[in-house]
Structure formats: structure tokens, C-alpha cells
């Protein structure tokens, strides 16, 4: 039976164009177990085809026609085909990380078919070092980026000598899964419950948002942080992009990051954004293209937001974005980092002082020019809201594993948009900080060159922080 699909879910099949393809995607690098033989790959792979009866989630397809009014429904795939959603790939020689990566960026260019379920899991062999490469995407409608690491990361075991563990899409998994764990069924599971009771009870608040909407724009017209900017300047990124993409990912130790973060009294994610900074800089020089302004980041943040009646922190954990000045102007790595925290502390302090309800209005508010503008075909004409997006995942702690292969490394891929053809998605796990950068193919030139700037930037931090 065809059942509505959400306005989120719908918006991004909408949004959705050959040179804007809107699914997420993630990498996970997996060491065999000691004393695998030579098959065990393939028999990884078969394994998986066994599990041809998916969980809900991982059936349904989208659909419309004439009947549905022109509307997306979804709809139970009743030819569900499991070879053509699981697949084997193999590297060429020399099989290194280059290659692998170069893989990943050919997969996620090509959009998913919408006659069948909207994901797609790609097992890859052929590194040098033995290690297999787990590409698997999902489409944005039928999921969010947070949700789908976290779903990812569901199926997998601390214990090393667990066997006869379910992938994530099958049935079996869901059945195990404990009913105290919300399903992860769209966009809006990672929005906290309290957001969205606000948000549906914003008639209650409603006095309240001019307010809050003055003084947000009065903080971006004066060049303030907040959850608009005004101010970002054109570069060569905010263009209008194809749908070809190029993927780079690489891991930094979590504690050599946050002894940055102690000596010079900023946060990890601070050092983060001064990473990205640093590196933006001196890839944009290298190729002529520095701005005389710093460029700008829209940063999702969690905060702790008022409650209806202003009572502190009644109203629970918020999601908004801060659309935070890089400092990429500046020459001093210290200064560019010490740029970066004072904006995100005035940022998280504009929102803070909001509702959650009000928080969800303004940030909607300041993404709004970044998905209008291609839409009336205006990007490139104004400036862009922002340069492009930065994020941070928090993952997994301790090592796992699936069917005894550790897993040694996550790497997530997200969405370039027109105007915005970069996009930085960082998640932790097990002591390392994993950066997945997804740029467009041609907007973004020399993608691969970010992670040899984004190192050499973490040692002038070193330097500047003296530890």
C-alpha cells in the first residue's frame, strides 16, 4: 500500500538533477581477521546475497504517477533484486588508497535508480595491504547523513570473535535491534524530539521569532556571527557544478588535535574549522583564488536552547547552523584559530538565546539563498550564503568489528550542491578524526591536494599552540 512521503523526504527528490545527485555515503576500511584465507572476500560477498529479505527501510522505492496528483509516495519494492543493491568490485594495480578513493568518487557521482530502493553497499578488494573497502549509499529522502553512520555502525560488534552477524539492511538485523531504539526512517531522526515539538507548536512562539529574526539579520548586516551571512565572498567553489565528483579522505588522532585545543583554550571542533581554514587558504593560493575576506562555514551545532517561556534549558538539545568567518585572511595560524573560536562562541550565544523552535526558523532562514539560488538560476549572480559546509560526527569509541574483520577507519561522503561544490563531513572513531572531503570534479580542482595542506596545517597549529 503506497503511503505519502514526508515534505523533507519529497523536497530532496525534487532537489535532485544529474549534477546534483542527493545521497550520502560513507567508507569503511576493514582489516581481515588473522588467518583469513584467500576467499574471504568473496565469501564476505556471498554472505551478504544471502540476506535477500531486507528490513522495511530497505524495500521501499519511491513512486508517482498520474494517480498520486503528481506526488512521491512510497511504495514496497514487490522485484527486489539483491544483487543489483550489493555488489563486488575490485581495485586496479597497484591497489593503493588512490585508487580506492578514486573508486568511491566514480560511485558516488552516479545517481541511484528510483524504479528500485534508494541505496546501494559496494564491497572492493584489491588494496595492497589486505585491507577490504565497504562503499555503501543511501538516498537523502530515505535518510540523513547522522542516521545512516549511526546505522552503519549498528551492525557492527566490539567483540572480534562474534560471528553470523546480519548486514545492515537485512531483516534479521532489525528484528534484533531493541525496541527502545527509534527507527531510522528519514531526515528528521536526527533532529531531537524537543526540536520538533517546537517546531510543530511554533504557532505558541510565534510572537517571539521578529524578535529573534531583527536580530539576526542586525547581527549579519554588522558582520556579526550568526545563523545568517551576508558577507561570504565569491571563489572559485561557489559555482555551478557537474555531477562528477572527487572524494579524498584521510585520519588525524583525536589526542594530538585536542592538545591543541588545551594549550590555547579552544575546542576540538575549533581546531577542526582551524584546520580547514589553514588548508582552504593555501589551496586557494595555490591557485590564485584567495579572497581578500575570510571565507565563511555553515557549521551544525548542538545547543542547549531556552525554553518557551525563557526557563534555561527546559526546552532540551537543539540543532542549528552557524555560519562561521574561517579567518582564511589572516596569515597566523593562531590568529586564524583564535578567529574561528570567538566566532563560534558569538554564534552558539546568538542561538543559544532562542528557542528551539526559533533556532530550526533562522537557520532554516540563513540555508534558504544556498537552495533558492540554483532553483531561480540566481547562483553566481549574488553572493553565496556561505563557501561551504563543514561538519562533525562524533562516532564510535572502542574498535569493532563485523564477522571478526576490524574495522580501521570511517569516511563519510556527503552532497555538493550548485554554489556550493565542496563539502568537509568529519566523524571520530576509536581515537582518530576521519575527514571525508567530496567536492564536485571540476568546480573543485585538485581535490587530493586538501589533505597534504589540512596535515601541514594541524603542525603550523602545533607549532603556534607550542606542544
Same mark, same amino acid.
Request: net charge neutral; glycine share 10%.
Given at each position: 500500500?503506497?503511503?505519502?512521503m514526508?515534505?523533507?523526504?519529497?523536497g530532496f527528490l525534487?532537489a535532485?538533477?544529474?549534477s546534483?545527485?542527493?545521497?550520502?555515503?560513507?567508507l569503511?576500511l576493514?582489516?581481515?581477521p588473522?588467518?583469513?584465507?584467500?576467499t574471504?572476500?568473496?565469501?564476505m560477498?556471498?554472505?551478504?546475497?544471502?540476506?535477500?529479505?531486507?528490513?522495511?527501510?530497505f524495500?521501499?522505492?519511491?513512486?508517482?504517477?498520474?494517480a498520486?496528483a503528481?506526488?512521491?509516495?512510497?511504495?514496497d519494492?514487490?522485484?527486489?533484486?539483491?544483487e543489483?543493491h550489493v555488489?563486488h568490485?575490485a581495485?586496479p594495480k597497484?591497489g593503493?588508497?588512490?585508487?580506492?578513493l578514486?573508486l568511491c568518487?566514480? %560511485?558516488?557521482s552516479?545517481r541511484?535508480? %528510483? @524504479?528500485?530502493?534508494l541505496?546501494?553497499v559496494h564491497?572492493? @578488494?584489491?588494496l595492497?595491504?589486505?585491507?577490504?573497502?565497504?562503499y555503501?549509499k543511501?538516498h537523502?529522502?530515505?535518510i540523513?547523513?547522522?542516521s545512516s553512520m549511526r546505522l552503519?555502525?549498528?551492525?557492527l !560488534?566490539a567483540?572480534?570473535d562474534e560471528?553470523g552477524?546480519?548486514?545492515?539492511? !537485512?531483516?534479521?538485523?532489525?528484528r534484533?535491534r531493541?525496541?527502545?531504539?527509534?527507527?531510522?526512517?528519514?531526515p528528521?531522526s536526527?533532529?531531537?524530539?524537543?526540536?520538533?515539538?517546537?517546531?510543530?507548536?511554533i504557532s505558541s512562539?510565534?510572537?517571539g521569532?521578529?524578535?529573534a529574526?531583527?536580530r539576526?539579520?542586525?547581527?549579519?548586516?554588522?558582520? @556579526?556571527?550568526s545563523a545568517? !551571512?551576508?558577507?561570504?565572498p565569491?571563489?572559485?567553489?561557489?559555482k555551478?557544478i557537474?555531477g562528477?565528483r572527487r572524494?579524498a579522505?584521510?585520519?588525524w588522532p583525536?589526542e594530538?588535535?585536542? /592538545?591543541?585545543?588545551?594549550?590555547?583554550?579552544?575546542?576540538?571542533n575549533?581546531?577542526?574549522? /582551524?584546520?580547514?581554514?589553514?588548508?582552504m587558504r593555501?589551496y586557494?593560493?595555490e591557485?590564485d583564488?584567495?579572497?581578500?575576506t575570510?571565507l565563511v562555514?555553515?557549521? #551544525?551545532?548542538?545547543?542547549k536552547?531556552?525554553g #518557551?517561556?525563557?526557563?534555561s534549558?527546559s526546552g532540551g538539545?537543539?540543532?542549528?547552523s552557524?555560519?562561521v568567518?574561517l579567518?582564511?585572511?589572516q596569515?597566523?595560524?593562531?590568529?586564524? %584559530?583564535?578567529s574561528?573560536h570567538?566566532?563560534m562562541?558569538?554564534g552558539?550565544e546568538?542561538l543559544?538565546a532562542?528557542t528551539?523552535?526559533?533556532?530550526l526558523a533562522?537557520?532554516?532562514?540563513g540555508?534558504?539563498p544556498?537552495?533558492?539560488g540554483p532553483m531561480?538560476?540566481?547562483?553566481?549572480?549574488a553572493r553565496p550564503?556561505?563557501?561551504?559546509?563543514i561538519s562533525?560526527?562524533?562516532?564510535?569509541?572502542?574498535?569493532?568489528?563485523?564477522n571478526g574483520?576490524?574495522?580501521?577507519g570511517?569516511y563519510p561522503l556527503?552532497?555538493p550542491i550548485?554554489?556550493?561544490?565542496?563539502?568537509?563531513?568529519?566523524?571520530s572513531?576509536?581515537?582518530? %578524526?576521519?575527514?571525508?572531503?567530496?567536492?564536485?570534479?571540476?568546480?573543485v580542482?585538485r581535490?587530493?591536494?586538501?589533505?597534504?595542506?589540512?596535515?601541514?596545517e594541524v603542525?603550523?597549529l602545533?607549532g603556534a599552540?607550542?606542544?
Amino acid at each position: 500500500m503506497p503511503t505519502p512521503m514526508d515534505p523533507t523526504s519529497a523536497g530532496f527528490l525534487f532537489a535532485e538533477n544529474r549534477s546534483q545527485p542527493m545521497h550520502v555515503g560513507g567508507l569503511q576500511l576493514f582489516r581481515k581477521p588473522e588467518g583469513a584465507g584467500r576467499t574471504f572476500v568473496k565469501d564476505m560477498f556471498d554472505d551478504m546475497l544471502t540476506h535477500d529479505d531486507p528490513a522495511p527501510l530497505f524495500r521501499k522505492r519511491p513512486h508517482r504517477s498520474v494517480a498520486t496528483a503528481g506526488q512521491w509516495f512510497w511504495t514496497d519494492d514487490e522485484k527486489f533484486d539483491i544483487e543489483y543493491h550489493v555488489r563486488h568490485s575490485a581495485l586496479p594495480k597497484p591497489g593503493r588508497i588512490r585508487e580506492l578513493l578514486e573508486l568511491c568518487g566514480r %560511485l558516488h557521482s552516479t545517481r541511484l535508480a %528510483l @524504479e528500485r530502493p534508494l541505496w546501494e553497499v559496494h564491497v572492493i @578488494e584489491g588494496l595492497r595491504d589486505g585491507r577490504v573497502g565497504v562503499y555503501s549509499k543511501m538516498h537523502h529522502a530515505l535518510i540523513d547523513g547522522v542516521s545512516s553512520m549511526r546505522l552503519m555502525q549498528s551492525v557492527l !560488534s566490539a567483540d572480534p570473535d562474534e560471528r553470523g552477524m546480519a548486514p545492515t539492511w !537485512s531483516a534479521e538485523h532489525a528484528r534484533r535491534r531493541p525496541r527502545s531504539e527509534p527507527e531510522q526512517s528519514g531526515p528528521g531522526s536526527a533532529v531531537p524530539l524537543g526540536a520538533l515539538r517546537a517546531a510543530l507548536a511554533i504557532s505558541s512562539e510565534a510572537a517571539g521569532l521578529p524578535g529573534a529574526l531583527v536580530r539576526t539579520l542586525s547581527r549579519g548586516v554588522r558582520n @556579526e556571527t550568526s545563523a545568517v !551571512s551576508l558577507y561570504a565572498p565569491r571563489t572559485i567553489i561557489n559555482k555551478r557544478i557537474t555531477g562528477s565528483r572527487r572524494f579524498a579522505a584521510e585520519d588525524w588522532p583525536l589526542e594530538r588535535l585536542r /592538545a591543541i585545543g588545551r594549550a590555547t583554550g579552544t575546542t576540538l571542533n575549533d581546531v577542526v574549522l /582551524a584546520m580547514c581554514s589553514g588548508a582552504m587558504r593555501t589551496y586557494l593560493d595555490e591557485l590564485d583564488a584567495l579572497p581578500d575576506t575570510s571565507l565563511v562555514a555553515m557549521v #551544525p551545532v548542538a545547543l542547549k536552547a531556552k525554553g #518557551p517561556q525563557g526557563a534555561s534549558a527546559s526546552g532540551g538539545n537543539s540543532v542549528g547552523s552557524v555560519m562561521v568567518r574561517l579567518g582564511t585572511d589572516q596569515a597566523d595560524p593562531a590568529d586564524r %584559530l583564535q578567529s574561528v573560536h570567538d566566532s563560534m562562541v558569538s554564534g552558539k550565544e546568538a542561538l543559544g538565546a532562542m528557542t528551539p523552535a526559533q533556532i530550526l526558523a533562522m537557520s532554516a532562514l540563513g540555508l534558504a539563498p544556498a537552495v533558492l539560488g540554483p532553483m531561480l538560476k540566481m547562483d553566481g549572480v549574488a553572493r553565496p550564503p556561505f563557501n561551504l559546509i563543514i561538519s562533525n560526527v562524533p562516532g564510535p569509541e572502542e574498535p569493532l568489528h563485523s564477522n571478526g574483520a576490524r574495522l580501521e577507519g570511517m569516511y563519510p561522503l556527503s552532497i555538493p550542491i550548485h554554489g556550493m561544490g565542496l563539502n568537509i563531513t568529519c566523524t571520530s572513531y576509536a581515537g582518530n %578524526l576521519g575527514f571525508g572531503l567530496t567536492g564536485c570534479r571540476r568546480t573543485v580542482p585538485r581535490l587530493q591536494r586538501l589533505l597534504t595542506h589540512l596535515d601541514d596545517e594541524v603542525v603550523a597549529l602545533e607549532g603556534a599552540a607550542g606542544v
